[in-house]
Protein backbone atom coordinates (compact mmCIF):
# COMPACT_ATOMS: atom_id res chain seq x y z
CA UNK A 1 0.00 0.00 0.00
CA UNK A 2 1.32 3.51 -0.74
CA UNK A 3 1.00 6.58 1.07
CA UNK A 4 -2.24 8.06 -0.23
CA UNK A 5 -2.76 11.67 2.09
CA UNK A 6 -6.10 11.92 0.46
CA UNK A 7 -7.57 8.78 1.44
CA UNK A 8 -5.56 9.12 5.24
CA UNK A 9 -7.32 12.43 5.84
CA UNK A 10 -10.57 10.85 5.32
CA UNK A 11 -9.60 8.61 7.95
CA UNK A 12 -9.71 11.06 10.69
CA UNK A 13 -13.00 12.35 11.56
CA UNK A 14 -11.43 15.88 13.59
CA UNK A 15 -9.46 17.07 10.92
CA UNK A 16 -12.66 18.30 9.04
CA UNK A 17 -13.06 20.02 12.49
CA UNK A 18 -14.23 24.26 12.09
CA UNK A 19 -12.93 26.52 14.40
CA UNK A 20 -13.78 30.16 14.66
CA UNK A 21 -15.31 29.42 11.26
CA UNK A 22 -12.01 28.07 9.64
CA UNK A 23 -10.45 24.85 8.89
CA UNK A 24 -8.80 23.22 11.97
CA UNK A 25 -4.85 22.97 11.45
CA UNK A 26 -3.98 20.53 13.65
CA UNK A 27 0.11 21.36 14.43
CA UNK A 28 0.12 19.89 17.90
CA UNK A 29 1.07 15.99 17.29
CA UNK A 30 3.18 16.08 19.88
CA UNK A 31 0.63 16.63 22.76
CA UNK A 32 -1.57 13.85 21.21
CA UNK A 33 -2.45 12.52 17.59
CA UNK A 34 -6.26 12.37 16.71
CA UNK A 35 -7.49 8.65 16.14
CA UNK A 36 -8.43 7.24 12.66
CA UNK A 37 -12.21 5.57 11.89
CA UNK A 38 -10.54 2.12 12.21
CA UNK A 39 -9.32 3.15 16.14
CA UNK A 40 -12.31 4.09 17.03
CA UNK A 41 -14.96 1.24 15.15
CA UNK A 42 -12.63 -1.09 16.81
CA UNK A 43 -12.86 0.22 20.45
CA UNK A 44 -16.88 0.68 20.02
CA UNK A 45 -16.89 -2.76 18.15
CA UNK A 46 -15.27 -4.09 21.66
CA UNK A 47 -17.65 -2.40 23.63
CA UNK A 48 -20.75 -3.25 21.89
CA UNK A 49 -20.21 -7.40 21.39
CA UNK A 50 -16.90 -7.89 23.21
CA UNK A 51 -16.90 -6.75 26.71
CA UNK A 52 -16.23 -8.58 29.52
CA UNK A 53 -13.75 -8.52 32.56
CA UNK A 54 -10.43 -10.70 31.40
CA UNK A 55 -8.86 -13.48 32.93
CA UNK A 56 -11.90 -14.25 35.56
CA UNK A 57 -14.84 -15.91 34.34
CA UNK A 58 -15.16 -19.42 32.66
CA UNK A 59 -17.95 -18.39 30.53
CA UNK A 60 -17.43 -17.84 26.72
CA UNK A 61 -17.30 -13.93 26.58
CA UNK A 62 -14.89 -13.33 29.07
CA UNK A 63 -12.48 -15.82 27.36
CA UNK A 64 -13.08 -13.78 24.03
CA UNK A 65 -11.92 -10.83 25.55
CA UNK A 66 -9.09 -12.41 27.17
CA UNK A 67 -7.60 -13.40 24.30
CA UNK A 68 -8.42 -10.26 22.42
CA UNK A 69 -6.81 -8.48 25.10
CA UNK A 70 -3.61 -11.33 25.48
CA UNK A 71 -3.32 -11.12 21.62
CA UNK A 72 -2.91 -7.24 21.89
CA UNK A 73 0.11 -7.82 23.85
CA UNK A 74 1.68 -10.35 21.52
CA UNK A 75 1.20 -8.07 18.87
CA UNK A 76 2.63 -5.25 20.84
CA UNK A 77 5.41 -7.67 21.67
CA UNK A 78 6.21 -8.25 17.84
CA UNK A 79 5.84 -4.79 16.48
CA UNK A 80 8.76 -3.36 19.04
CA UNK A 81 10.40 -6.77 18.58
CA UNK A 82 10.35 -7.69 22.28
CA UNK A 83 11.91 -11.28 23.02
CA UNK A 84 8.73 -12.38 24.98
CA UNK A 85 5.07 -11.24 25.76
CA UNK A 86 5.74 -11.59 29.40
CA UNK A 87 7.97 -8.08 28.72
CA UNK A 88 4.95 -6.37 27.76
CA UNK A 89 3.85 -4.19 31.09
CA UNK A 90 -0.05 -2.42 30.59
CA UNK A 91 -0.28 0.72 31.81
CA UNK A 92 -1.60 4.15 31.36
CA UNK A 93 0.97 5.73 29.57
CA UNK A 94 4.72 6.94 30.05
CA UNK A 95 3.97 8.70 33.05
CA UNK A 96 3.02 5.57 34.48
CA UNK A 97 5.56 3.60 32.82
CA UNK A 98 8.24 5.62 33.84
CA UNK A 99 6.60 5.98 37.73
CA UNK A 100 6.27 2.22 37.99
CA UNK A 101 9.91 1.42 37.30
CA UNK A 102 10.81 4.28 39.46
CA UNK A 103 8.99 2.93 42.15
CA UNK A 104 10.82 -0.66 41.55
CA UNK A 105 14.33 1.30 41.92
CA UNK A 106 13.24 2.69 45.05
CA UNK A 107 14.68 -0.66 46.50
CA UNK A 108 17.62 -0.35 44.45
CA UNK A 109 19.45 2.99 44.77
CA UNK A 110 20.89 4.19 48.20
CA UNK A 111 22.69 6.74 49.28
CA UNK A 112 25.34 7.96 47.47
CA UNK A 113 23.78 6.34 44.31
CA UNK A 114 23.61 8.25 40.61
CA UNK A 115 20.77 8.25 38.15
CA UNK A 116 22.02 10.10 35.19
CA UNK A 117 19.11 12.05 32.55
CA UNK A 118 19.77 14.86 30.24
CA UNK A 119 18.36 18.23 30.66
CA UNK A 120 16.14 17.49 27.57
CA UNK A 121 13.31 15.80 29.57
CA UNK A 122 9.96 15.48 29.96
CA UNK A 123 8.90 16.39 33.46
CA UNK A 124 7.41 12.82 32.90
CA UNK A 125 11.02 11.24 32.84
CA UNK A 126 12.91 13.84 35.08
CA UNK A 127 10.31 14.28 38.35
CA UNK A 128 9.94 10.79 38.82
CA UNK A 129 13.79 10.59 39.44
CA UNK A 130 14.16 13.68 41.31
CA UNK A 131 11.69 12.62 44.13
CA UNK A 132 13.70 8.78 43.83
CA UNK A 133 16.70 10.56 44.28
CA UNK A 134 15.82 12.94 47.18
CA UNK A 135 13.87 10.11 49.09
CA UNK A 136 16.97 7.59 48.89
CA UNK A 137 19.66 10.43 49.11
CA UNK A 138 21.06 9.59 45.82
CA UNK A 139 22.38 12.20 43.05
CA UNK A 140 20.39 12.69 39.90
CA UNK A 141 23.30 13.93 36.97
CA UNK A 142 22.38 15.76 33.91
CA UNK A 143 23.67 15.48 30.62
CA UNK A 144 23.64 18.73 29.17
CA UNK A 145 22.14 19.79 25.26
CA UNK A 146 24.56 21.11 22.94
CA UNK A 147 23.34 24.46 21.23
CA UNK A 148 22.18 22.30 18.12
CA UNK A 149 20.32 20.37 20.41
CA UNK A 150 21.92 16.85 20.71
CA UNK A 151 23.75 15.58 23.22
CA UNK A 152 27.47 14.77 23.65
CA UNK A 153 28.14 10.98 24.26
CA UNK A 154 31.72 11.91 25.51
CA UNK A 155 29.97 13.93 28.56
CA UNK A 156 28.12 10.63 29.13
CA UNK A 157 31.52 8.57 29.37
CA UNK A 158 32.87 11.21 31.40
CA UNK A 159 30.17 11.03 33.83
CA UNK A 160 29.29 7.75 34.10
CA UNK A 161 31.18 6.01 37.19
CA UNK A 162 30.54 3.10 39.79
CA UNK A 163 28.20 4.70 41.75
CA UNK A 164 25.95 5.59 38.62
CA UNK A 165 22.79 3.11 38.97
CA UNK A 166 20.56 4.04 35.64
CA UNK A 167 20.69 6.09 32.72
CA UNK A 168 17.12 7.43 31.83
CA UNK A 169 16.95 9.29 28.62
CA UNK A 170 13.91 10.40 26.41
CA UNK A 171 14.18 8.84 22.58
CA UNK A 172 12.95 11.85 20.87
CA UNK A 173 12.73 14.96 22.55
CA UNK A 174 9.18 16.62 22.22
CA UNK A 175 10.66 20.43 22.18
CA UNK A 176 13.68 19.79 19.82
CA UNK A 177 12.57 17.00 17.63
CA UNK A 178 16.27 15.44 18.37
CA UNK A 179 16.54 11.35 17.97
CA UNK A 180 18.90 10.45 20.72
CA UNK A 181 21.73 7.82 19.81
CA UNK A 182 19.98 5.44 22.01
CA UNK A 183 21.59 2.56 20.83
CA UNK A 184 25.00 3.42 21.47
CA UNK A 185 23.97 4.77 24.69
CA UNK A 186 23.05 1.51 26.20
CA UNK A 187 26.43 0.20 24.54
CA UNK A 188 28.31 2.59 26.97
CA UNK A 189 26.08 1.87 29.61
CA UNK A 190 26.06 -2.28 29.83
CA UNK A 191 30.35 -1.99 29.45
CA UNK A 192 29.43 -0.14 32.72
CA UNK A 193 27.42 -2.35 33.91
CA UNK A 194 24.47 0.51 34.23
CA UNK A 195 20.93 -0.61 33.09
CA UNK A 196 19.11 1.90 30.52
CA UNK A 197 15.81 3.03 30.30
CA UNK A 198 13.94 4.99 26.88
CA UNK A 199 11.49 7.20 27.17
CA UNK A 200 9.66 6.68 23.77
CA UNK A 201 6.91 8.62 23.61
CA UNK A 202 7.48 10.74 20.93
CA UNK A 203 9.36 8.05 18.97
CA UNK A 204 6.65 5.15 18.48
CA UNK A 205 4.62 6.89 15.99
CA UNK A 206 7.67 8.60 14.14
CA UNK A 207 11.06 6.36 14.49
CA UNK A 208 11.50 2.90 14.30
CA UNK A 209 11.14 0.81 17.50
CA UNK A 210 13.08 -2.01 17.97
CA UNK A 211 13.88 -2.82 21.35
CA UNK A 212 16.11 -5.63 20.62
CA UNK A 213 18.35 -3.82 18.85
CA UNK A 214 17.91 -0.99 21.03
CA UNK A 215 19.03 -3.25 23.68
CA UNK A 216 17.84 -1.04 26.53
CA UNK A 217 16.53 -2.56 29.88
CA UNK A 218 13.14 -0.73 29.47
CA UNK A 219 11.22 1.07 27.19
CA UNK A 220 7.25 2.74 27.43
CA UNK A 221 5.13 4.68 25.42
CA UNK A 222 1.66 6.22 25.06
CA UNK A 223 -1.03 4.98 23.26
CA UNK A 224 -2.39 8.37 22.45
CA UNK A 225 0.61 10.09 20.04
CA UNK A 226 0.47 7.03 17.89
CA UNK A 227 -3.04 7.86 16.66
CA UNK A 228 -4.41 5.39 19.55
CA UNK A 229 -6.23 5.81 22.45
CA UNK A 230 -6.27 7.67 25.62
CA UNK A 231 -4.89 6.15 28.83
CA UNK A 232 -3.34 3.14 27.44
CA UNK A 233 0.10 2.50 27.08
CA UNK A 234 2.88 0.51 27.21
CA UNK A 235 6.18 -0.24 29.59
CA UNK A 236 8.47 -2.58 28.20
CA UNK A 237 11.01 -4.50 30.52
CA UNK A 238 13.63 -6.91 30.14
CA UNK A 239 12.42 -9.90 32.01
CA UNK A 240 15.54 -10.00 34.56
CA UNK A 241 15.26 -6.23 35.69
CA UNK A 242 10.91 -6.91 35.79
CA UNK A 243 11.54 -9.97 38.14
CA UNK A 244 14.02 -7.48 40.14
CA UNK A 245 11.26 -5.27 40.72
CA UNK A 246 8.77 -5.10 43.55
CA UNK A 247 5.01 -4.46 42.16
CA UNK A 248 4.26 -0.78 41.55
CA UNK A 249 0.36 -1.15 42.70
CA UNK A 250 -1.55 -4.28 44.72
CA UNK A 251 -4.58 -6.23 43.75
CA UNK A 252 -6.28 -7.88 41.48
CA UNK A 253 -4.55 -10.23 38.56
CA UNK A 254 -1.64 -9.31 39.91
CA UNK A 255 -2.31 -11.37 42.56
CA UNK A 256 -1.31 -15.37 42.67
CA UNK A 257 -2.70 -16.26 46.18
CA UNK A 258 -3.49 -14.66 49.13
CA UNK A 259 -3.85 -16.02 52.73
CA UNK A 260 -4.99 -13.57 56.07
CA UNK A 261 -0.52 -13.53 56.73
CA UNK A 262 0.69 -13.29 53.29
CA UNK A 263 0.38 -12.54 49.65
CA UNK A 264 2.36 -14.50 46.52
CA UNK A 265 2.54 -12.40 43.32
CA UNK A 266 1.46 -13.72 39.56
CA UNK A 267 3.68 -14.02 37.27
CA UNK A 268 5.25 -11.66 34.47
CA UNK A 269 3.63 -9.38 32.88
CA UNK A 270 0.68 -9.85 35.41
CA UNK A 271 2.54 -8.91 38.54
CA UNK A 272 2.08 -5.27 37.03
CA UNK A 273 -1.08 -4.98 36.05
CA UNK A 274 -3.34 -4.47 39.25
CA UNK A 275 -6.93 -4.11 38.88
CA UNK A 276 -9.29 -4.60 36.07
CA UNK A 277 -6.82 -3.41 32.80
CA UNK A 278 -8.07 -1.06 30.07
CA UNK A 279 -9.06 -3.51 27.50
CA UNK A 280 -10.63 -1.31 24.89
CA UNK A 281 -7.54 0.49 25.13
CA UNK A 282 -5.05 -2.47 23.79
CA UNK A 283 -7.39 -3.07 20.89
CA UNK A 284 -7.57 -0.25 20.35
CA UNK A 285 -3.46 0.42 20.34
CA UNK A 286 -3.14 -2.66 18.76
CA UNK A 287 -5.71 -1.03 15.96
CA UNK A 288 -3.93 1.81 15.63
CA UNK A 289 -0.11 0.18 15.21
CA UNK A 290 -1.95 -2.05 12.32
CA UNK A 291 -3.12 1.37 11.04
CA UNK A 292 0.57 2.54 11.03
CA UNK A 293 2.25 -0.92 9.95
CA UNK A 294 -1.00 -1.52 7.38
CA UNK A 295 0.51 2.46 5.71
CA UNK A 296 4.17 1.38 6.08
CA UNK A 297 6.53 2.89 8.59
CA UNK A 298 8.94 3.58 5.74
CA UNK A 299 6.31 5.42 3.83
CA UNK A 300 5.30 7.66 6.40
CA UNK A 301 8.69 8.27 7.88
CA UNK A 302 9.59 9.14 4.26
CA UNK A 303 6.42 11.67 3.91
CA UNK A 304 7.25 13.20 7.45
CA UNK A 305 10.64 13.47 6.56
CA UNK A 306 9.94 15.46 3.25
CA UNK A 307 7.31 17.61 5.62
CA UNK A 308 9.89 18.32 8.34
CA UNK A 309 12.51 19.70 5.34
CA UNK A 310 9.68 21.88 3.82
CA UNK A 311 9.08 23.46 6.70
CA UNK A 312 12.27 23.84 7.54
CA UNK A 313 13.05 25.81 4.82
CA UNK A 314 9.86 27.29 4.61
CA UNK A 315 10.41 28.59 8.52
CA UNK A 316 14.14 29.74 8.02
CA UNK A 317 12.97 32.46 6.18
CA UNK A 318 10.76 34.15 7.98
CA UNK A 319 12.33 37.01 9.42
CA UNK A 320 12.60 37.09 12.88
CA UNK A 321 11.94 33.29 13.47
CA UNK A 322 14.72 31.04 14.58
CA UNK A 323 14.54 27.16 14.61
CA UNK A 324 15.21 26.01 18.17
CA UNK A 325 17.14 22.63 17.69
CA UNK A 326 18.82 21.37 14.65
CA UNK A 327 20.06 18.20 15.21
CA UNK A 328 20.59 16.24 11.54
CA UNK A 329 18.78 13.16 13.06
CA UNK A 330 15.08 14.37 13.41
CA UNK A 331 11.07 14.25 14.01
CA UNK A 332 8.94 16.59 12.19
CA UNK A 333 8.95 18.28 15.42
CA UNK A 334 9.78 22.31 15.18
CA UNK A 335 9.98 24.91 18.15
CA UNK A 336 10.69 28.14 17.38
CA UNK A 337 11.76 31.36 18.61
CA UNK A 338 10.39 34.36 17.56
CA UNK A 339 12.93 37.74 18.03
CA UNK A 340 10.98 40.03 20.91
CA UNK A 341 7.58 37.97 20.80
CA UNK A 342 6.11 36.14 23.48
CA UNK A 343 5.21 32.83 22.42
CA UNK A 344 1.30 33.33 24.17
CA UNK A 345 0.95 36.16 22.06
CA UNK A 346 1.41 34.35 19.03
CA UNK A 347 -0.47 30.99 20.23
CA UNK A 348 -3.39 33.38 20.72
CA UNK A 349 -3.41 34.93 17.27
CA UNK A 350 -2.74 32.10 15.28
CA UNK A 351 -5.64 30.21 17.76
CA UNK A 352 -8.00 32.89 15.82
CA UNK A 353 -6.65 31.75 12.73
CA UNK A 354 -7.61 27.99 13.31
CA UNK A 355 -4.31 27.13 14.14
CA UNK A 356 -3.44 24.51 16.81
CA UNK A 357 -0.22 24.59 18.15
CA UNK A 358 1.52 24.46 21.27
CA UNK A 359 3.18 27.20 23.23
CA UNK A 360 4.82 27.58 26.36
CA UNK A 361 7.75 25.50 28.10
CA UNK A 362 5.81 21.99 26.42
CA UNK A 363 6.70 20.50 30.29
CA UNK A 364 10.03 20.55 29.68
CA UNK A 365 10.46 23.68 32.02
CA UNK A 366 14.70 22.65 32.98
CA UNK A 367 15.43 22.40 28.98
CA UNK A 368 13.64 25.91 28.98
CA UNK A 369 15.89 27.05 32.01
CA UNK A 370 19.02 25.74 29.81
CA UNK A 371 18.11 27.22 26.67
CA UNK A 372 17.38 30.47 28.52
CA UNK A 373 14.25 31.13 27.21
CA UNK A 374 10.54 31.90 28.38
CA UNK A 375 9.44 28.93 25.98
CA UNK A 376 8.73 28.58 22.65
CA UNK A 377 6.22 27.70 19.60
CA UNK A 378 6.10 24.11 18.81
CA UNK A 379 4.48 22.95 15.70
CA UNK A 380 4.42 19.38 15.51
CA UNK A 381 3.65 17.33 12.28
CA UNK A 382 2.39 14.14 11.82
CA UNK A 383 1.56 11.51 9.10
CA UNK A 384 -1.76 13.41 7.66
CA UNK A 385 -0.34 16.79 8.08
CA UNK A 386 0.10 18.48 4.46
CA UNK A 387 2.72 21.05 3.00
CA UNK A 388 -0.51 23.29 2.57
CA UNK A 389 -1.15 23.47 6.19
CA UNK A 390 2.63 24.31 6.52
CA UNK A 391 1.78 27.15 4.26
CA UNK A 392 -1.02 28.41 6.10
CA UNK A 393 0.36 28.07 9.56
CA UNK A 394 3.61 29.83 8.10
CA UNK A 395 1.22 32.67 6.72
CA UNK A 396 -0.66 33.24 10.25
CA UNK A 397 2.76 33.14 11.81
CA UNK A 398 3.64 36.37 9.26
CA UNK A 399 0.76 37.64 9.85
CA UNK A 400 0.68 37.67 13.85
CA UNK A 401 3.68 38.77 14.03
CA UNK A 402 2.65 41.54 11.50
CA UNK A 403 0.20 42.37 14.25
CA UNK A 404 2.43 42.11 17.17
CA UNK A 405 5.26 44.31 16.09
CA UNK B 1 -17.18 57.72 36.06
CA UNK B 2 -18.05 54.51 38.33
CA UNK B 3 -16.53 51.41 37.70
CA UNK B 4 -19.44 50.17 35.78
CA UNK B 5 -19.95 52.90 33.75
CA UNK B 6 -16.05 52.69 32.87
CA UNK B 7 -16.85 48.72 31.77
CA UNK B 8 -19.33 49.71 29.94
CA UNK B 9 -17.66 52.37 28.09
CA UNK B 10 -14.90 49.55 27.35
CA UNK B 11 -17.59 46.92 26.03
CA UNK B 12 -18.95 50.17 23.76
CA UNK B 13 -15.38 50.82 22.90
CA UNK B 14 -14.70 46.83 21.39
CA UNK B 15 -18.56 46.53 20.12
CA UNK B 16 -17.17 48.78 16.78
CA UNK B 17 -15.01 45.88 15.62
CA UNK B 18 -16.82 42.70 13.85
CA UNK B 19 -13.71 41.07 13.89
CA UNK B 20 -12.12 39.07 16.25
CA UNK B 21 -8.53 39.88 14.63
CA UNK B 22 -9.46 43.82 14.92
CA UNK B 23 -10.20 43.12 18.61
CA UNK B 24 -7.19 41.61 19.62
CA UNK B 25 -5.06 44.26 17.24
CA UNK B 26 -6.95 46.77 19.19
CA UNK B 27 -5.85 45.19 22.35
CA UNK B 28 -2.19 44.81 21.47
CA UNK B 29 -2.15 48.61 20.50
CA UNK B 30 -4.12 49.38 23.93
CA UNK B 31 -0.95 46.70 25.48
CA UNK B 32 1.64 48.91 23.60
CA UNK B 33 0.43 51.73 25.47
CA UNK B 34 0.61 50.71 28.85
CA UNK B 35 2.20 53.19 31.27
CA UNK B 36 5.36 50.65 32.68
CA UNK B 37 5.41 49.85 36.15
CA UNK B 38 8.63 51.33 38.07
CA UNK B 39 11.27 48.73 37.87
CA UNK B 40 12.01 48.26 41.32
CA UNK B 41 8.83 46.46 41.53
CA UNK B 42 9.39 44.04 38.89
CA UNK B 43 10.59 41.32 41.18
CA UNK B 44 9.41 38.10 42.78
CA UNK B 45 6.98 39.57 45.17
CA UNK B 46 5.28 41.67 42.31
CA UNK B 47 4.28 38.78 40.32
CA UNK B 48 1.43 36.96 39.79
CA UNK B 49 0.73 33.31 39.76
CA UNK B 50 -1.04 31.24 37.76
CA UNK B 51 -0.62 33.40 34.79
CA UNK B 52 1.15 31.83 31.83
CA UNK B 53 3.26 34.85 30.97
CA UNK B 54 5.18 36.61 33.98
CA UNK B 55 2.67 39.62 34.97
CA UNK B 56 3.69 42.26 38.09
CA UNK B 57 1.25 44.23 40.01
CA UNK B 58 1.91 47.27 42.18
CA UNK B 59 -0.72 49.13 43.76
CA UNK B 60 -0.68 52.64 45.73
CA UNK B 61 -2.92 54.45 47.82
CA UNK B 62 -3.27 58.01 46.34
CA UNK B 63 -6.19 60.41 48.14
CA UNK B 64 -8.40 57.70 49.31
CA UNK B 65 -7.71 55.75 46.11
CA UNK B 66 -5.85 52.79 44.64
CA UNK B 67 -3.61 53.11 42.12
CA UNK B 68 -2.64 50.53 40.19
CA UNK B 69 0.76 49.70 37.21
CA UNK B 70 1.54 46.59 36.18
CA UNK B 71 3.77 45.01 33.45
CA UNK B 72 3.82 41.78 31.03
CA UNK B 73 6.63 40.19 29.20
CA UNK B 74 3.31 39.00 26.67
CA UNK B 75 1.54 42.04 24.88
CA UNK B 76 -2.00 40.87 24.60
CA UNK B 77 -1.38 40.35 28.95
CA UNK B 78 -0.48 44.00 28.50
CA UNK B 79 -3.58 44.92 26.78
CA UNK B 80 -5.95 42.99 29.46
CA UNK B 81 -4.15 44.67 32.11
CA UNK B 82 -4.65 47.65 30.95
CA UNK B 83 -8.19 47.68 30.26
CA UNK B 84 -8.47 46.16 33.85
CA UNK B 85 -6.19 49.16 35.06
CA UNK B 86 -8.54 51.55 33.01
CA UNK B 87 -11.28 50.44 35.18
CA UNK B 88 -10.11 49.84 38.29
CA UNK B 89 -7.04 52.59 38.85
CA UNK B 90 -8.17 55.26 40.67
CA UNK B 91 -11.60 54.13 42.70
CA UNK B 92 -11.83 53.45 45.97
CA UNK B 93 -11.59 50.37 47.40
CA UNK B 94 -15.47 49.26 48.36
CA UNK B 95 -16.11 50.20 45.60
CA UNK B 96 -13.15 47.54 43.93
CA UNK B 97 -13.79 45.04 46.44
CA UNK B 98 -17.70 45.17 46.33
CA UNK B 99 -17.43 44.85 41.98
CA UNK B 100 -17.37 42.35 39.58
CA UNK B 101 -15.81 42.63 36.65
CA UNK B 102 -17.75 40.47 34.26
CA UNK B 103 -16.75 42.89 31.66
CA UNK B 104 -14.38 40.92 30.33
CA UNK B 105 -17.02 38.42 29.31
CA UNK B 106 -18.96 40.84 27.81
CA UNK B 107 -16.62 41.73 25.52
CA UNK B 108 -16.51 38.22 24.71
CA UNK B 109 -12.48 38.26 25.55
CA UNK B 110 -12.18 35.51 28.36
CA UNK B 111 -13.74 32.64 25.92
CA UNK B 112 -11.27 33.76 23.16
CA UNK B 113 -7.93 33.33 25.61
CA UNK B 114 -7.30 29.74 26.42
CA UNK B 115 -8.66 28.23 29.58
CA UNK B 116 -5.16 28.58 31.64
CA UNK B 117 -5.34 32.17 30.52
CA UNK B 118 -8.22 32.99 31.66
CA UNK B 119 -7.01 31.44 34.63
CA UNK B 120 -4.62 33.75 34.95
CA UNK B 121 -7.14 36.63 34.32
CA UNK B 122 -9.17 35.16 37.45
CA UNK B 123 -5.90 35.44 39.63
CA UNK B 124 -5.26 38.99 37.87
CA UNK B 125 -8.51 40.38 39.10
CA UNK B 126 -8.38 38.14 42.73
CA UNK B 127 -5.00 39.95 43.01
CA UNK B 128 -6.29 43.67 42.42
CA UNK B 129 -8.80 42.84 44.88
CA UNK B 130 -6.68 41.66 47.55
CA UNK B 131 -4.17 45.10 47.19
CA UNK B 132 -7.48 47.19 47.36
CA UNK B 133 -8.84 45.09 50.80
CA UNK B 134 -5.15 45.80 52.48
CA UNK B 135 -4.41 48.98 51.62
CA UNK B 136 -7.39 50.02 52.89
CA UNK B 137 -7.19 47.91 55.99
CA UNK B 138 -3.97 49.76 56.83
CA UNK B 139 -5.27 53.21 56.25
CA UNK B 140 -8.34 52.38 58.93
CA UNK B 141 -5.48 51.86 61.17
C1 LIG C 1 8.98 12.86 25.70
C2 LIG C 1 7.72 12.69 26.49
N1 LIG C 1 7.73 11.96 27.61
C3 LIG C 1 6.62 11.76 28.34
C4 LIG C 1 5.41 12.30 28.00
C5 LIG C 1 4.22 12.04 28.86
O1 LIG C 1 3.29 11.23 28.20
P1 LIG C 1 1.88 10.89 28.83
O2 LIG C 1 1.26 12.20 29.22
O3 LIG C 1 1.13 10.22 27.74
O4 LIG C 1 2.10 10.01 30.01
C6 LIG C 1 5.35 13.09 26.85
C7 LIG C 1 4.07 13.73 26.48
O5 LIG C 1 3.99 14.90 26.18
C8 LIG C 1 6.53 13.29 26.08
O6 LIG C 1 6.50 14.04 24.97
Known amino acids: MGFKINSIRNDFPVLSTKVNGKQLVYLDNGATTHKPMQVIDRISNYYMTENSNVHRASYNLSH???DL???????????INAASYREIIFTKGTTESVNLVASGFSDIITEGDEIIITVMEHHSNFVPWQQLCKKNKATLRFLSVLKDGTIDLSELLAMINSKTKLISITHISNVLGTINPVKKISEIAHNNGVPVF????QAIAHANVDVSEIDCDFYCFSGHKAYGPMGIGVLYGKEEWLNRLSPYQYGGEMISSVNFKSTTFNELPYKFEAGTPNVAGALGLERSLRYIQDIGLDNIFKYEDDLLQYATKKFENIKGVMIIGNAKSKIPVISLNIEGLHPYDIGILLDQMGIAIRTGNHCAQPLMEALELPGTLRVSMALYNTKEEIDLFADALMKAIDMLT | MTIKEKSEAIVEEFAIFDDWMDKYAHLIELGKELPIIDEKYKDESHLI???QSRVWLHADYVNDNVVYTADSDAVITKGII???IRVMSDANPSEIYSSDFTFIDDIGL???LSPTRANGLVSMVKQMKLYAKALYLRAEK
Do not use: P
Request: aromatic fraction near 12%; include cysteine; proline fraction near 0%.
Open chain 2, 82 to 84: SLL
Open chain 2, 49 to 51: SGC
Open chain 1, 198 to 201: VDGA
Open chain 1, 69 to 79: FENSRKFIANF
Open chain 1, 64 to 66: IAT
Open chain 2, 110 to 112: STH
